[in-house]
């Protein structure tokens, strides 16, 4: 089972709309967790850390569900700017490094 | 700007040969991590450098090395070139005192290798 899953889209949604990432991870003694941007050709950005308290940040929420090894990611009122891979990202146990998914990319049209 | 810069940003080398690619970063990033992203894949965490000692390492075989230098610049070496080693290589650095669990790690742009 890989460290951390997400499912990779691609999620095509009309601006204006909500939309929902997940990802799963496989190591229950995970502390910390983070939602990364990338654009095409760039280098992933920090989008926001994620908490069990969930965490808002404008237009996004990040939730963790420790219980079911759960992280989310919601983005309200999608822009054309959001157009780009999300990646779900754990730290790993000794934590030297940062452990990503897959990533999901989200292409909003007008 | 993240202040991390790599080069070169694209190059292109056959199976077997070597390279190196480099890093420097803002004064005071003392922590240094390098990651391999293939194409539609996340990054993955090759190792970390910290005072210009590897203190962590990914799942990668002995032919990926790598050096950090007094002034905390960095450099990734690949022996003996796969086919498979094709990929952006992101550099990544830490401020002093920082940690990744903060996820405060700075990301250049990147040095694409293609390997033919």
């Known amino acids: 089972r890989k460290e951390v899953e997400q499912d990779p889209g691609p999620f095509n949604v009309p601006e204006g709309a909500t939309v929902a990432f997940n990802c799963t991870y496989s190591n229950s003694a995970s502390q910390s967790f983070f939602w990364y941007r990338q654009d095409c050709r760039k280098e992933p950005k920090l989008l926001m850390s994620?908490?069990?308290s969930g965490n808002e940040d404008g237009r996004f929420t990040a939730q963790l569900n420790r219980a079911s090894q759960y992280i989310s990611l919601l983005i309200r009122d999608s822009k054309l700017s959001d157009s780009a891979t999300y990646l779900c990202?754990?730290?790993?146990?000794?934590?030297?490094?940062?452990?990503f998914g897959k990533g999901t990319t989200l292409s909003v049209s007008s | 700007e993240t202040g991390v810069t790599q080069s070169p940003t694209h190059l292109i080398k056959t199976r077997g040969q070597q390279v190196t690619l480099r890093c420097s970063s803002q004064?005071?990033?003392?922590?240094v991590s390098w990651y391999q992203q293939a194409l539609g894949q996340g990054p993955q965490f090759i190792f970390q450098?910290?005072?210009?000692?590897?203190?962590g390492r990914g799942n990668f075989p002995p032919r990926f090395s790598g050096l950090q230098f007094p002034n905390y610049s960095s450099e990734l070496n690949v022996n003996a070139l796969e086919l498979d080693d094709s990929a952006l290589y992101l550099c990544a650095t830490l401020g002093r005192g920082e940690r990744v669990d903060t996820g405060e790690l700075f990301f250049g742009e990147g040095s694409r290798l293609t390997v033919l």
């Open positions: 450098y910290y005072r210009e000692e590897e203190n």
């Open positions: 004064s005071g990033h003392n922590t």
């Open positions: 994620v908490y069990s």
């Open positions: 990202v754990v730290v790993n146990q000794a934590g030297t490094a940062l452990i």
